[in-house]
Structures are given as structure tokens and as C-alpha cells.
């Protein structure tokens, strides 16, 4: 069993609608938990960044994190064809200055229409 | 804040030949820094940690005699790929640790190498 599991979609849904993405893993160590966005022949950008359990939002986005039942979400709201791109979670066991590794999931390819 | 540059975006270069590619983080100090692979429509895998000053951590299964890594300074880390292969054509990211009170990794725009 991979460590992250992440459905690769695709996901194809049209402007305005609400946007689920999830992943799961398997490591009760993990403990911060990101979503990164990335384009097409782009490097990831970071969208959101939680510690532990709980909701976080910015703008338009909010992310989940359910430590007891290991399963983190990503919603966006009013989607628009400007977040179609791949959306990767990731997630750590480690914090510090010598940062630990990030485990990734395999990404969700998400497709807005208008 | 926190952008890392990545040079060159884009390389093509004969089989045999070694490639050196530069990771710079702009506005902060990054005392660990990543290099990642990526395969088309595949997740990022993780190829080297280093930390300033050391050597780099290899994972499991990546040549550190193919894949040389050096990280002189806090801003500065280069993977150069060693007597270049078609296979090794890839996408390849880095990212640098920021640490404090956001522990996460900000990620380069990659680079493309492509082996004839």
C-alpha cells in the first residue's frame, strides 16, 4: 500500500461548481498536511498548509484534515477554468530548520469548462 | 515571498554528455533543498535532500555518481546529470526548505532535459 493515495482523475466539472479533491494515507506520524497546484510544465505552487486536524480557508479554498480517520480534502469553491490544473497533496512527518521529507500523492487532474 | 528559480527551463543535449542544472532560492535562505523527478502525468519523485555544506542523501535507487548534487550555499544547489542517457530525459524540480513558522517546501518551475 502506497503511503498517499490520491485519485488521478481526471475531474472535469464546469465554472462555478464546487470542487471536491481527496487523498488518504496510511503513516498516523504525519502531522502537516499541504496542497500544491501545479500547471502543465510548471513546478507545484503551495496553496495551503495545515498542522494537524482542523479546517483552514483562503479565499476561495479550504482544506480538511481528519487525522482519525487519515483523509484530507481540498474544496474549492466557485471554480473557474483558471484552476484547471493538477492538484497534488502532500503531507510530513517532520518540521524544523532540516525540513523531512514530503510524501506526495499521485495528483488530480481537474478541468474547469465554462 | 519565497520563489525559487530554477536555470535552464529547458535543455536538450547528445547522449554522453553531462548537464548541470541550478536551483537558486531568491528571497530566503533555504538550508535544505530537494531534487525531484517527474514523469508525464506521474507524481513528483523525491531523487536527493542536501543540506548546505553537506553531502547530498540519496533515496533509494538513484545513482549518486550519475546524479551529482552540490549545495555550496544557502541559495545556491545543482544537480548535474553525468554522462546523459536518453532514459534520464525527464522533468526535473527542486525546491528549498524556508523552516520557521510555515515548515513546507517551495518548489521550482522545473526543468526539462531531453536526451538524444
Known amino acids: 500500500q502506497k503511503e498517499v493515495e490520491q485519485d488521478p482523475g481526471p475531474l472535469s466539472v464546469p465554472e462555478g461548481a464546487i470542487v471536491s479533491l481527496n487523498c488518504t494515507y496510511s503513516n498516523s506520524a504525519f502531522q502537516y498536511f499541504m496542497w500544491y497546484r501545479q500547471y502543465s510544465r510548471k513546478g507545484p505552487e503551495l496553496l495551503m498548509y495545515t498542522y494537524s486536524s482542523g479546517n483552514k480557508e483562503d479565499g476561495r479554498f479550504t482544506a480538511q484534515v481528519d487525522k482519525s480517520s487519515k483523509y484530507i480534502s481540498l474544496f474549492i469553491r466557485d471554480s473557474q477554468p483558471s484552476d484547471s490544473a493538477t492538484y497534488l497533496c502532500a503531507m510530513s512527518a517532520a518540521r524544523g530548520s532540516t525540513l523531512g521529507r514530503l510524501y506526495f500523492g499521485r495528483g488530480t487532474q481537474l478541468t474547469v469548462w465554462p | 515571498g519565497a520563489v525559487v528559480s530554477q536555470h535552464p527551463s529547458r535543455v536538450i543535449c547528445k547522449s554522453g554528455t553531462s548537464v548541470k542544472i541550478e536551483c537558486r532560492s531568491l528571497?530566503?535562505?533555504?538550508?535544505?533543498m530537494f531534487w525531484y523527478r517527474q514523469f508525464p502525468k506521474k507524481s513528483l519523485m523525491l531523487m536527493a535532500t542536501s543540506n548546505e555544506g553537506s553531502k547530498a542523501t540519496y533515496e533509494q535507487g538513484v545513482e549518486k555518481d550519475k546524479f551529482l548534487i552540490n549545495h555550496a550555499s544557502l541559495t545556491l544547489s545543482t544537480l548535474t546529470v553525468t554522462s546523459a542517457h536518453p532514459e534520464d530525459s525527464s522533468f526535473y524540480i527542486c525546491s528549498g526548505g524556508a523552516g520557521g513558522s510555515t515548515d513546507t517546501q517551495y518548489f521550482g518551475p522545473g526543468t526539462r532535459l531531453t536526451v538524444l
Open positions: 528571497d530566503f535562505q533555504a538550508t535544505t
